[in-house]
């Protein structure tokens, strides 16, 4: 019965999912648990809510984690040596989502019209989506919210322009990567893919497609700083970025000049003398 669902069992009930599912399957449930107990406040049913005094749900945030720049190097040569992958027309959206950062909904909304070939970048101006009634769909809308320009590195910028000269279909919505049917692609039939590819080259089997996003965001802070990265990925806030996207240095700053004010005449003498 609903009214036997009190804050004591759903304490109980919650604190072994943690311990079975983890704490973030956890979280979706007891936000599910709490939408129906407002129900049933909302009809009557009980009077108050037993899920709002239930104690927050412990969760453990994962250590962003990113391709190096030779695995990168790497995997591009490998996935366009894959049939299976070039048929699936991976190899190119997996280049667009490493040279820009973007997520995968984002890189599959991409037409003809937000690319300037003649200065190399590309606009990011809406996302595909699945609705219930109009199935897969484009919304001229992100994410963010903002419309961003990117800039391709050099080795990104062919890849359009190859496929502008072979002539590939694009579709009524004028798609960079349309399906074979010239329809938007389902973000859900680009993850199925990459999984494939990761079964067949197990190696990869870390890497989910967010990696390319993280990847991008973690060399480019390394790079130009944390702010530069948290603009390009369209991040509210660096500390989004530096929490979730960008993976700590595998190596530290290199602030040896700046240290050695620290020696004393006797290191110096040690330097010297090889002791």
């Not at 991008?216 to 530069?228: D, F, K, L, Q, V």
Request: charged share 30%.
């Amino acid at each position: 019965m609903v009214h036997e669902l009190t804050t004591p069992v759903a304490e109980r009930f919650l604190q072994k999912s943690t311990e079975k599912r983890g704490g973030d399957s956890t979280n979706l449930v007891k936000t599910c648990l709490s939408g129906m107990m407002g129900l049933a406040v909302c009809y009557g049913a009980i009077k108050h809510n037993p899920i709002r005094e239930v104690s927050r749900v412990a969760t453990v945030t994962p250590e962003p984690r990113a391709l190096s720049g030779e695995e990168v190097k790497a995997l591009r040569a490998q996935i366009r040596r894959d049939k299976a992958a070039i048929r699936a027309d991976l190899p190119d959206v997996v280049d667009l989502m490493l040279a820009t950062g973007c997520r995968t909904g984002e890189a599959l909304a991409i037409r003809w019209q937000d690319v300037d070939l003649a200065e190399g970048t590309v606009a990011v101006t809406g996302k595909i989506v699945r609705h219930l009634r109009q199935g897969i769909t484009r919304e001229d809308t992100t994410k963010s919210k903002n419309v961003a320009r990117k800039r391709l590195p050099k080795w990104a910028v062919s890849m359009p322009l190859d496929r502008r000269v072979n002539g590939l279909p694009s579709g009524l919505r004028n798609l960079v990567f349309p399906t074979a049917d010239e329809t938007p692609r389902d973000i859900s039939n680009v993850d199925k893919q990459w999984r494939n590819y990761r079964t067949r080259h197990p190696e990869w089997k870390w890497v989910v497609p967010k990696t390319f996003r993280k990847t991008a965001g973690t060399i480019i802070n390394e790079t130009y700083g944390i702010e530069t990265a948290a603009a390009q990925l369209d991040h509210s806030s660096p500390a989004v970025t530096r929490k979730h996207y960008a993976q700590t240095p595998r190596l530290g700053p290199d602030t040896r000049a700046a240290l050695e004010e620290f020696a004393i005449s006797a290191d110096r003498r040690s330097e010297q003398t090889g002791g």
